[in-house]
Every structure is written in structure tokens, then in C-alpha cells.
């Protein structure tokens, strides 16, 4: 899961929790599984650091979206736990021998085994915080970790603050500055009863595209006009950037990692 441009201004102000995020990118599951970036092998190998022989371990990844992050843990050897409650971007996720897709939500993962791992990579924003911090708890191991992950756009590359400005023209500003804070979100893993030894890594990473996948990365957030005149605008906006810089181009981004260890019984 992730970042729907026909959000009215009183859904503004609602918790993005309480915005349809169970449905509202099943017209972009392709977009997304095709053109979203990837995540460096560094934060990968952060997130398994200390938790023993990958392929003795099980994670869950809850809001696996089309599984782009499913299949990076699973390469390490690791048997992942794909949990993703939008159909559609089941059904487009690329197959992995180590990787299972289940339905299920955040704060109901419907998991009964318990797992060393569970991470969310794009997707812990569109929970609900303290419910789903409580089902991580439960599906954990003692002493078992959480990670949450955001590829948050760095705007202060040339090109990225540029790609940036050409989406905010066609894009309602409130809601991209609402989910250009998504990092934020890692407060409440902070702060939680369940969770300690808290910590912070940020590492670079940078996302290739030709014409045609920089407009498909636009297109798989769910602020972003797929239709009308908006959506022509946001279509001309990019090919010209494209043109622009006469070549391939790349998005920066920085990778935000946020780790806890969940407490055991009587900490």
C-alpha cells in the first residue's frame, strides 16, 4: 500500500486511516507494481541485523501492496508473510517461492503463527497506530522486531524538487504535504507501551526511469488525477520535464528505517 485525488476538503482533516486506504489504489495496483522504487540493500540488511539465520525466520508484511518489499526480505532467505487487503494488488504482485499473500488488515492480520519480524514498507501511515502497534505485539515473538519504512522524496535534488512541483500543480497541496509527512508516523511506534529500543537509520536511494515510468510512478499515488484536465496537465508537466533534462532520469529519495523490539512479558 500507499499514497485519491477525489478526496473532498473535509476529508482533509480526517486520520488517513479513515480515508478508504483498503481500496483506494486498486486502480493504480498496476502503476504501482510496475514503476514504485525499490528500497536500498542496506536498510534490508538493518532490518534483518541481530535476528539470526534468515532462513530461519518468518516475517509478516502488513500492507504488502504488490509485495516489492515482500520479495527483497524473501531473497535474503527469509519466509515472508505478505498481508495486503487490496485485491487488486494481490492479484499483480510477482510470485516469489518464499513470499505468501493473505487478506487481512493492519489492526486484524487474522496471523495465528507468530512471526520474528513484521515490517511496512509505504504503508504504516494509512493504519490505524495504536491497534496495529497491539496486533504487531501479539503476532511477535518475544523480543521480536518491527520495522517501518518510507522512501520520502528528496527534494532538495534538482530534478526530485522539480518532479515534485509539476505533481503539486495537479495535485490538492494539503493532502501532499499531509502524506510528504508520513515519517511522522513513526512517533507512534515511539511512544507505544509495547515497543522498546527505539532507534532511527536513514540511508540514499534513487529510483531510474525512462518517459514512460516517470509518469507511471505519478500515476501509482493516489492524490494524483488519473482523468480530465488535470490529468493532461500532470502528463504534459512530466514528458516536458523529461525532455528537459535530455536522458534518463532518476528520483532521489531518502529511505527512513524505524526499528523497535517488542517488550517481553512483565518488561
Given at each position: 500500500m500507499?499514497?485519491s485525488?477525489a478526496?473532498?476538503s473535509s ?7 479513515r ?7 486498486s486502480?493504480?495496483a498496476?502503476?504501482y ?6 528500497y ?5 540488511s ?16 502488513v ?5 516489492i518489499?515482500?520479495r527483497l526480505?524473501a ?7 505478505a498481508?495486503?487487503?487490496n485485491?487488486a494488488m494481490r492479484e ?5 517461492p518464499n513470499v ?5 488488515a493492519?489492526?486484524?492480520t487474522g496471523?495465528?503463527?507468530?512471526v520474528?519480524?513484521?515490517f511496512c514498507?509505504q504503508?504504516?501511515?494509512w493504519f490505524?497506530?495504536?491497534a ?10 518475544p523480543g521480536g522486531?518491527?520495522?517501518l519504512?518510507w ?9 526530485t524538487n522539480?518532479?515534485?512541483d509539476v505533481?503539486?500543480?495537479v ?14 508516523d513513526?512517533?507512534a511506534?515511539k511512544?507505544?507501551q509495547?515497543f522498546e529500543n527505539?532507534?532511527?537509520m ?15 510512478v505519478?500515476?501509482?499515488a ?14 504534459s ?7 528537459g533534462?535530455?536522458g534518463?532520469?532518476?528520483?532521489a529519495y ?8 517488542s517488550?517481553?512479558?512483565?518488561c
Amino acid at each position: 500500500m500507499s499514497d485519491s485525488p477525489a478526496t473532498s476538503s473535509s476529508d482533509l482533516f480526517l486520520p488517513l486511516y479513515r480515508q478508504t486506504p483498503q481500496s483506494r489504489f486498486s486502480d493504480r495496483a498496476k502503476d504501482y507494481a510496475k514503476y514504485r522504487p525499490s528500497y536500498p540493500d542496506q536498510a534490508i540488511s538493518a532490518m534483518l541485523a541481530g535476528l539470526g539465520n534468515p532462513a530461519e525466520l518468518t516475517a509478516a508484511d502488513v500492507g504488502a501492496g504488490t509485495g516489492i518489499a515482500s520479495r527483497l526480505v524473501a531473497s535474503r532467505g527469509v519466509k515472508v508473510i505478505a498481508v495486503e487487503p487490496n485485491a487488486a494488488m494481490r492479484e499483480v504482485a510477482q510470485p516469489h517461492p518464499n513470499v505468501e499473500f493473505r487478506a487481512g488488515a493492519a489492526e486484524q492480520t487474522g496471523l495465528q503463527e507468530l512471526v520474528d519480524l513484521v515490517f511496512c514498507t509505504q504503508a504504516f501511515h494509512w493504519f490505524e497506530p495504536i491497534a496495529t502497534l497491539a496486533e504487531f505485539h501479539r503476532i511477535l515473538q518475544p523480543g521480536g522486531r518491527v520495522a517501518l519504512i518510507w522512501n520520502d522524496r528528496d527534494r532538495e535534488d534538482a530534478f526530485t524538487n522539480q518532479y515534485t512541483d509539476v505533481i503539486r500543480q495537479v495535485s490538492d497541496p494539503r493532502y501532499m504535504e499531509r502524506l510528504d509527512r508520513k515519517a511522522s508516523d513513526a512517533e507512534a511506534l515511539k511512544q507505544s507501551q509495547w515497543f522498546e529500543n527505539y532507534r532511527v537509520m536513514t540511508f540514499d536511494n534513487s529510483h531510474p526511469l525512462d518517459r514512460a515510468g516517470l509518469v507511471g510512478v505519478a500515476l501509482s499515488a493516489s492524490y494524483v488525477p488519473k482523468s480530465g484536465e488535470a490529468y493532461e496537465r500532470l502528463v504534459s508537466g512530466l514528458q516536458a520535464l523529461y525532455d528537459g533534462w535530455q536522458g534518463e532520469v532518476r528520483l532521489a529519495y531518502q529511505t527512513h528505517l524505524f526499528l523497535a523490539e517488542s517488550k517481553q512479558a512483565g518488561c
